[in-house]
T-cell receptor, first 113, second 113 residues
């Protein structure tokens, strides 16, 4: 049973436009959410995070929105750049003992020049 | 700082063979993790450690063993390789703070034939 779901396996956008990546979760114990970016043949790298006490967090071109009532979060990239082309994983944490992450299956973003 | 390093990068095993995947970090992180990523899927937690001498099972521990004799190293052992263990393996470390940001190694691609 997937606790973190990314229902869009892929997304293609034009350079300069907005990219919106979505993530849904089912476990109401999750209290911290993260987005990781992964290039081929590399490990994931941390992109941005949000605590459950907030509904928005912004870092440059990247903004994450959290809707707790809907158990939904989204990552907005504005403007999108070709270098943003990668697989994006949504992850959630809520087990304070081990700080392990539960990952979604990822969305492959392709930004067309 | 090298961050998180993993060796080897690639390996092909025959069914029933054993091997150890090495992982080391130089950030003095207490928390370390092993994940596997199957094609089109998210990362699944195999084992984790909250400090030297302490390890615990994640979601998919069967067929694997770990040890944590030092803060820096967290090797993953496959005793009797099976085709179901064909995957990409990622090691990660974290300071264990509230941010839960994990730093990943580049991965080991393992094929069991």
């Amino acid at each position: 049973d997937q606790q973190v779901k990314q229902n869009s396996p892929s997304l293609s956008v034009q350079e300069g436009r907005i990219s919106i990546l979505n993530c849904d979760y089912t476990n109401s114990m999750f209290d911290y959410f993260l987005w990781y970016k992964k290039y081929p043949a590399e490990g994931p790298t941390f992109l941005i995070s949000i605590s459950s006490i907030k509904d928005k967090n912004e870092d440059g071109r990247f903004t994450v929105f959290l809707n707790k009532s809907a158990k939904h979060l989204s990552l907005h990239i504005v403007p999108s750049q070709p270098g943003d082309s990668a697989v994006y994983f949504c992850a959630a944490a809520g087990d304070t003992g081990r700080r392990a992450l539960t990952f979604g299956s990822g969305t492959r973003l392709q930004v067309q020049p | 700082n090298a961050g998180v390093t993993q060796t080897p990068k690639f390996r092909i095993l025959k069914i029933g063979q054993s091997m150890t995947l090495q992982c080391a970090q130089d950030m003095n992180h207490n928390y370390m993790y092993w994940y596997r990523q199957d094609p089109g899927m998210g990362l699944k937690l195999i084992y984790y450690s909250v400090g030297a001498g302490i390890t615990d099972k994640g979601e998919v521990p069967n067929g694997y063993n770990v040890s944590r004799s030092t803060t820096e190293d967290f090797p993953l052992r496959l005793e009797l390789a099976a085709p179901s263990q064909t995957s990409v393996y990622f090691c990660a470390s974290a300071s264990g703070g509230a941010a839960d940001t994990q730093y990943f190694g580049p991965g080991t691609r393992l094929t069991v034939l």
